[in-house]
Structure formats: C-alpha cells, structure tokens
C-alpha cells in the first residue's frame, strides 16, 4: 500500500483528490493539510511515502516543505501538483530533491499512475513543465536575482548596498544588468517579469 499525504489549500481540490486516490486499491491517503505548516508536522508524524503538494500553500509552500524535507533527509518523497508552470519554481523544486511535478489537469488516472512511478523510484515531470524551462531558463545571475529581490521588496539601492555589503555603484550596475537580461524598460517592468518567471521566489 503506498500511503500518501496531501498538501492543498483548496479544500474542494483537496477533498475531492482524496476521494479519487482512496479508490485506488493500493493507495491509502494517511493525511490532509491546508497549509504548509501543517503538511510538515503531518509529514514529520506520519512518515507517507509520498506527500503530494501544492505549490502556493499559505504558511509555508509546497517548495518551502519540499526543500525542509530535502534538508533534513526525510524518507517521505514530495510531489508537486500546481497550477503554475513557472520555469523558477520548477528548478527550484528540482533542487530540493522533488520526485514529480504535475499540473494541476492532470488527469486522476495518470496522476495516480504517477504516484506508482514514484514509488517505485521514478521521477514523473509533466511535459508541458519540462518544456517551460527548456524554453525559459534564468539569465540573472545569483547576485542579480539577490538584488532584484530586494528591490522587489521596496528597498531602494542605498539600503540593498548596505545589506549586501557592496557599493551603491556595484548595485546599480547589477540591476541595470539585470534590467537588459529581462529586456525590460524599467526595474518596475524587470521585477515583473521576473516574478512572473518564478525566479525571484
């Protein structure tokens, strides 16, 4: 029996997920979180072999949870089911370890097809995804993803100077390199663009 948690905010979405996986006779849902907070400690507790999660949860994302269970070397394996086929959120998640990243369409036949795959020690990406970052990987460099983040959250470049520890010229420089990658007109424009792509989360 492969047990399995879920991590979705929608509780329509949810409840109706569970009900089509607990018609699957080797699949038990174990768990149920709303949010990300929730999914970990449920996570921590039950030990599913499978936590499917949203990416978009309150508290903590589904990429929040991924990369703590990645980080800590839990057994459980995470797959991501999203409506988003943003090219930074799939690196991301590729980075913390995840076995599946699935939209949301998927049909209940395939995605429980998925979860065997996974179990069995496979990897499952939706095609769509995978094209997504082969057509859009990110230009920015760390150091310019750093400072657009900042300045996406309102500081201006005096104060991401002082909290990087770098010149007020260095900075400008970075968002202006930034700006052209992006080819954006603006820093307004260019963080758009930007968090649009999932590259500044």
């Given at each position: 029996?492969?047990r399995?948690l879920l991590?979705?905010d929608?509780?329509l979405?949810?409840?109706?997920?569970?009900t089509?996986?607990?018609?699957e006779?080797d699949?038990e849902?174990?768990?149920?979180?709303?949010?990300?907070e929730?999914?970990?400690a449920?996570?921590?507790?039950?030990?599913p072999?499978i936590?499917?999660?949203?990416?978009e949860?309150?508290?903590?994302t589904g990429?929040?949870?991924?990369e703590?269970i990645?980080r800590?070397?839990?057994?459980?394996?995470?797959?991501i089911?999203?409506t988003?086929?943003?090219p930074?959120?799939?690196q991301?998640?590729?980075?913390?370890?995840?076995?599946?990243?699935l939209?949301?369409?998927t049909?209940?036949?395939?995605?429980?097809?998925?979860?065997?795959?996974?179990a069995?020690?496979?990897?499952v990406?939706s095609p769509e995804?995978?094209?997504?970052?082969?057509e859009?990987p990110?230009?920015l460099?760390p150091?310019e993803r750093?400072?657009?983040k900042h300045a996406?959250?309102?500081?201006?470049?005096?104060?991401?100077?002082?909290?990087?520890?770098l010149s007020?010229g260095?900075?400008?420089?970075?968002m202006?390199?930034a700006?052209s990658?992006?080819?954006?007109?603006?820093?307004i424009?260019?963080?758009?663009?930007?968090?649009e792509k999932?590259?500044?989360d």
């Amino acid at each position: 029996m492969i047990r399995i948690l879920l991590g979705e905010d929608q509780g329509l979405l949810r409840g109706a997920l569970a009900t089509l996986l607990s018609l699957e006779e080797d699949i038990e849902v174990v768990g149920q979180a709303e949010n990300g907070e929730v999914a970990l400690a449920l996570i921590e507790e039950l030990k599913p072999d499978i936590a499917i999660l949203d990416i978009e949860m309150p508290l903590k994302t589904g990429l929040d949870v991924a990369e703590h269970i990645h980080r800590e070397q839990w057994p459980s394996k995470v797959l991501i089911l999203t409506t988003f086929a943003r090219p930074g959120y799939f690196q991301r998640a590729v980075a913390a370890g995840i076995a599946g990243y699935l939209l949301k369409e998927t049909p209940s036949d395939e995605l429980a097809d998925a979860i065997r795959q996974i179990a069995a020690g496979k990897r499952v990406v939706s095609p769509e995804l995978s094209l997504a970052v082969w057509e859009n990987p990110c230009p920015l460099s760390p150091r310019e993803r750093e400072v657009m983040k900042h300045a996406a959250q309102g500081l201006t470049m005096q104060e991401i100077s002082g909290k990087l520890f770098l010149s007020h010229g260095t900075v400008r420089n970075y968002m202006s390199e930034a700006i052209s990658k992006l080819g954006a007109n603006t820093r307004i424009e260019a963080i758009s663009i930007a968090h649009e792509k999932g590259w500044l989360d």
